[in-house]
């Protein structure tokens, strides 16, 4: 091994946010020979996480006092000012050296405020939101998106490429996040797309399953029809990635829009959608779902049910 390779693999990780994605992501770099430190300030840490290379910490503070680089993959803004402003939160623990990997989806505005906020600690900071979902995570196949200076980029690379296989550094921090924004508005478009086409088509008279099929194979296909479009057919709606956090993405970019003074005609009207999926009680469906939202305005169910 290197002494480059030694020096990677000595690095210590805190890991805040053990959820659908983020749990996977933490074996990943545990698989790759690294240890983590857990916070238990708000859930237990997962157990099979834990023994020679998962240390649970009571705090955020303490995580970020035993470890050099603190990765956090929470859900919103909110919940990443929290673990790190709180009270006994990351912030507390910093000092020159360390790194802060925010892997979150949250505001590119917010994001620039919390930046600076870290750099005063003297610690340094990425913003690194990822697209793939729960399947890309436990593959490690995540497309990271990343803002910030290049020299720390260059430290944290060696992780994202444990978690992850498309990684670009965009720009400065912030541009991360609305790389992600951006991916957000065409993944829940795309949804929509393919939704609206299976919804069509059964209306018609003609099979879904058959009308999928058909157009993965020409200038229409997707990872969505693909995918996405495999759920809707089938009526597998367990997240993956739930609405909820799509409504929460799309906001962020209808906020965003409204602040840059641009229209997002059809971002809004795909929001609409999630939002009547909502009051479906769809909230923690897959985003896929979506299609049950335009089912219901159709009043067809391309499953027969």
Not at 169 to 186: H, M, P, R, S, W
Not at 240 to 253: M, Y
Request: hydrophobic share 45%; glycine share 12%.
């Amino acid at each position: 091994m290197s002494p480059q390779a030694k020096k990677e693999h000595t690095m210590k990780i805190g890991f805040i946010g053990t959820g659908i994605m983020g749990k996977p992501m933490a074996a990943n770099l545990q698989k790759a020979g690294y240890t983590l430190y857990f916070s238990e300030h708000y859930n237990k840490a997962p157990a099979d996480l834990l023994g020679d290379k998962g240390i649970a910490l009571a705090t955020p503070k303490a995580v970020a006092e035993a470890a050099d680089v603190i990765i956090t993959m929470v859900p919103d803004t909110p919940q990443v000012e929290d673990v790190l402003f709180g009270e006994n939160g990351i912030a507390e623990g910093l000092s020159a050296g360390k790194i802060v990997v925010d892997m979150s989806s949250i505001s590119p505005i917010a994001t620039k405020v919390i930046a600076k906020r870290v750099n005063e600690t003297g610690a340094d900071y990425l913003d690194a939101p990822v697209s793939g979902g729960e399947v890309g995570a436990v593959n490690a196949t995540l497309t990271i998106m990343v803002g910030g200076e290049q020299s720390v980029f260059d430290k944290i690379n060696p992780l994202f490429e444990i978690m992850g296989k498309n990684i670009t550094l965009v720009g400065g921090n912030g541009d991360g996040q609305t790389t992600k924004v951006a991916n957000q508005i065409i993944v829940a478009l795309n949804i929509e797309a393919v939704a609206e086409a299976l919804v069509f088509a059964s209306k018609a008279g003609a099979d879904p399953a058959k009308v999928r099929e058909a157009l993965m194979g020409g200038f229409a296909s997707s990872k969505i029809l693909e995918v996405h479009g495999e759920r809707m057919v089938k009526g597998t709606f367990d997240p993956g990635f739930r609405i909820a956090l799509h409504q929460k993405d799309l906001n962020l970019a209808l906020t965003g829009a409204r602040e840059l003074g641009v229209s997002l005609p059809n971002t809004a009207g795909a929001q609409e959608l999630f939002n009547t999926c909502n009051a479906l009680g769809g909230a923690g469906w897959d985003h896929s779902g979506l299609i049950k939202a335009l089912e219901h305005l159709a009043n067809h169910n391309i499953r027969g049910e």
